[in-house]
């Protein structure tokens, strides 16, 4: 079946301009001014006049019913991919942290049993790892060649926290097979003489939390990182950067010519510190780590995208119930509390309400982030972009429709929003997943129009710097 899109303003990360999209099955197959309806067979003609048209958001920052301390994110594979689909994403990549005993084979086909049945869009996979050894650096060669993952992410805080050196081997093996390494980066050393500090003072408060992971943490983290990239030549993508001090750091590197790459999230855009000052439980609503920073750092933030020195935006989606898990250790200290928040739905329009509309980032520069770079980094060839024989990953976005953003309208899997109450401008008119209509706009919501299962693996390649 075809579909031809007419009249929209066709947006990619380099201009703008008013024309028509056919698709044919599940590609793109003609972009242009005018496309003649006699030439194309077409049985659906969807007409979007003053709506934009731009490739489908990917999401490269997921965790998708994670297990955590013995619960599990509370969104799945279905119900995770719905939400993201009825907000504009058509493509996630989720993270699987591959235990010591098991081979990331294992890790990874579990996983795939989970995802296949259920994902309504596109996804891949990002292995995790906690310690480097001969079984782990020979199966790497693998991950990134037939596995389809050319790039593995590792963290320098938590239980699976790695150490220099498992961080440094990493970098040399992930620096001889053209992959990336991403990089949690908080130091977790100054994060536990903090948690030590505040116990012996008894303050465990909510507003205890960022204040036990301050900025210093992530700078000497990622200053660390870069100069472990240096030394191996790797290709570092520090994800969900939060301060304005790692930022600079960052910049630095680039400037100095090294591989260094970097994604942040719209809660450190939008939200800042402040929030933990929100009375009783609901303040755990943001204990997410990095935790919210100060404003100074929202804005270089919002800068480094217009200029940038940001190259994607992720959700860090990892929601857990306000009221039955978060709390599942008690209410009591901030160190007890599950961290992470929903964000996979909202991602896309907050980006273009409270970026594009308020005059911080281009249109262009939006789908850029949310889309092309992400699709060239992470080595999906067939995404990312409205051109020609490219998958039909596309949304049709109303710039002016309004929208009260809402847990109980969204369709992730949690009883709260981060943002309840804000209200946006611009939302999804219509989600097209590899040809597919997936969601569309219904009167005062986004509704979804997929199947559980139609979402395929995206077999990733090698990234090749330009
Ligand atoms: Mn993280
Ligand atoms: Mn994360």
């Known amino acids: 079946m075809n579909t031809l899109i007419k009249n929209g303003l066709i947006i990619s990360s380099n201009g703008r ?11 793109i197959v003609s972009v242009k001014e005018k496309i003649n309806i006699e030439e194309t067979g077409t049985t659906e003609i969807i007409e979007a ?26 969104d799945d594979f279905r119900t995770g991919t719905i939400a993201a689909a009825c907000g504009g994403t058509t493509s996630l990549i989720d993270f699987e942290l591959v235990a010591p005993d098991k081979t990331t084979k294992e890790a990874f086909s579990a996983k795939h049993k989970l995802a296949s049945e259920k994902s309504v869009i596109d996804y891949g996979f990002h292995a995790s790892y906690s310690v480097f050894n001969k079984q782990i650096n020979s199966e790497l060669y693998d991950v990134v060649n037939s596995y389809g993952s050319p790039n593995f992410k590792l963290y320098t805080t938590y239980d699976f926290k790695v150490n220099d050196k498992a961080l440094i081997n990493f970098m040399l093996r992930a620096a001889e097979l053209g992959a990336i390494v991403q990089l949690h980066s908080e130091n ?10 505040f116990e012996k003072e008894k303050n465990l408060g909510v507003e205890y939390h960022p204040r036990s992971r301050p900025n210093i943490a992530e700078e000497e983290a ?4 870069i100069a472990f990239a240096k030394f191996t030549n790797a290709e570092l993508y520090i ?13 630095q590197a680039r400037k100095e010519g090294l591989n260094v790459y970097v994604e942040t999230c719209p809660q450190y855009l939008i939200l800042d510190e402040t929030c933990y000052e929100t009375k009783g439980w609901d303040a755990a609503k943001y204990v997410i780590s990095p935790p ?45 509390i599950l961290g992470g928040a929903p964000g996979v739905e909202t991602l896309l329009m907050l980006l273009h309400s409270e970026g594009v509309l308020k005059g911080k980032i281009s249109l262009e520069k ?16 067939n995404k990312g972009e409205i051109t020609v024989g490219k998958d039909a990953d596309i949304v049709i976005f109303d710039p002016k429709q309004k929208y009260t953003i809402s847990y109980k309208t969204l369709h992730m899997n949690v009883d709260y929003n981060p943002y309840e109450g804000k209200e946006v401008t611009g939302m999804p008119y219509m989600v097209f997943s590899r040809g597919k209509k997936v969601a569309q706009w219904n009167k005062d919501k986004v509704e979804f129009l997929g199947q559980a299962g ?11 710097p330009l």
């Not at 709506?51 to 965790?63: A, C, L, N, Q, R």
């Not at 977790?188 to 500090?197: G, L, P």
């Not at 994800?239 to 910049?251: D, G, M, N, Q």
């Open 17 to 27: 301009f008013e024309g028509d999209v056919l698709i044919e099955e599940d590609r």
């Open 49 to 74: 006049k003053g709506k934009y048209v731009f490739p489908g958001v990917i999401d490269p920052h997921t965790h998708l019913e994670m297990p955590c301390r013995g619960t599990y994110s509370s």
């Open 188 to 197: 977790n050393a100054i994060i536990n003489i903090m948690n030590e500090k």
């Open 222 to 225: 990622v200053s660390r990182a």
């Open 239 to 251: 994800v969900h950067i939060s301060t304005k001090e790692a930022l600079r750091k960052t910049i």
């Open 292 to 336: 919210l920073r100060d404003r100074e750092s929202c804005n270089a933030l919002w800068e480094a995208i217009a200029s940038g020195n940001i190259d994607t935006i992720g959700s860090d989606h990892c929601p857990f119930f306000l009221n039955g898990t978060k709390d599942i250790f008690g209410k009591n200290d901030y160190k007890k």
């Open 366 to 381: 939006m789908v850029e982030v949310l889309s092309t770079n992400t699709a060239r980094l992470f080595g999906m060839n």
């Open 454 to 464: 139609n979402g395929k693996f995206i077999h990733r390649k090698p990234f090749k």
